[in-house]
């Protein structure tokens, strides 16, 4: 069965989270969120327990814009009089995991775009006993009307994520709203740099089983 987190609007400005069942089959393994606020993230974590019977963990990264020479969180917009708190990406997963990181990506400057320029950003989190990384983002969007109109940013954050994920002993799972329909590759889309790695190249043989496993939880360092 997979979930659905989303929000609804309650009388009197309360924002309520709830976790929707969209088909029967297998119960997820992870939940990657977009566009997120970081109050709905316990929310969203209690549901999910309720929902499947088991401990998760929602991790929560903020977005950030340059405000001059400092850097501010987006906020998200409020629901009547109710304070969702900052904006940004979420990642669900099993309650075993404690390490999780936040990666900012290359992103345009905001002091010359305009404020609703995001510094976009990627998020993941180590599962030890399974010696699994995941890993969410959300890349630039591209159009006249948006950040990244020719995808030079968007092929610049797909190179830098390809990085992040490469970690000796783990297998990836990533994923996200990275703003591009397949094959558009040029675009920004690592899964065709991505690809070779699933028959079998560097630490990872073409069963899937990492060759070397980590320590303390968290993937060694490149």
């Known amino acids: 069965m997979r979930q659905r987190a989303h929000r609804r609007r ?20 992870a939940v990657f969120l977009q566009e997120f606020c970081e109050k ?9 327990e309720q929902t499947t019977g088991h401990g998760w963990n929602v991790f929560f990264a903020p977005i950030h814009y340059n405000a001059g020479a400092l850097k501010a969180q987006k906020q998200c917009d ?19 995991s404690s390490w999780f990181q936040r990666y900012d990506l290359t992103s345009p400057d905001t002091n010359i775009r305009g404020g609703r320029t995001e510094q976009r950003t990627a998020l993941c989190a180590a599962l030890p006993s399974r010696a699994l990384l995941l890993c969410t983002t959300h890349f630039s969007a591209g159009g006249p009307a948006y950040d990244d109109a020719d ?24 994923g996200g709203d990275l703003n591009v329909v397949p094959p558009d590759a040029a675009k920004g889309s690592p899964a065709t740099c991505w690809s070779p790695c699933t028959r079998g190249t560097g630490n990872v043989p073409s069963s899937g089983i ?13």
């Open 210 to 222: 990492p060759v070397r496993r980590a320590t303390a939880g968290r993937p060694s360092a490149t």
């Open 10 to 29: 309650q009388a009197g400005g309360r924002d309520r989270v709830a976790a929707a069942p969209l088909a029967d089959g297998p119960l997820p393994d």
């Open 40 to 48: 709905h993230a316990k929310p969203v974590e209690e549901k999910l």
């Open 78 to 96: 409020t629901a009547g009089d109710v304070d969702r708190g900052s904006y940004g990406i979420g990642l669900a997963v099993p309650h075993e």
């Open 151 to 174: 995808g030079s940013f968007r092929r610049a954050q797909a190179g830098e994520l390809l990085h992040i994920v490469d970690q000796p002993g783990y297998r990836t799972v990533f």
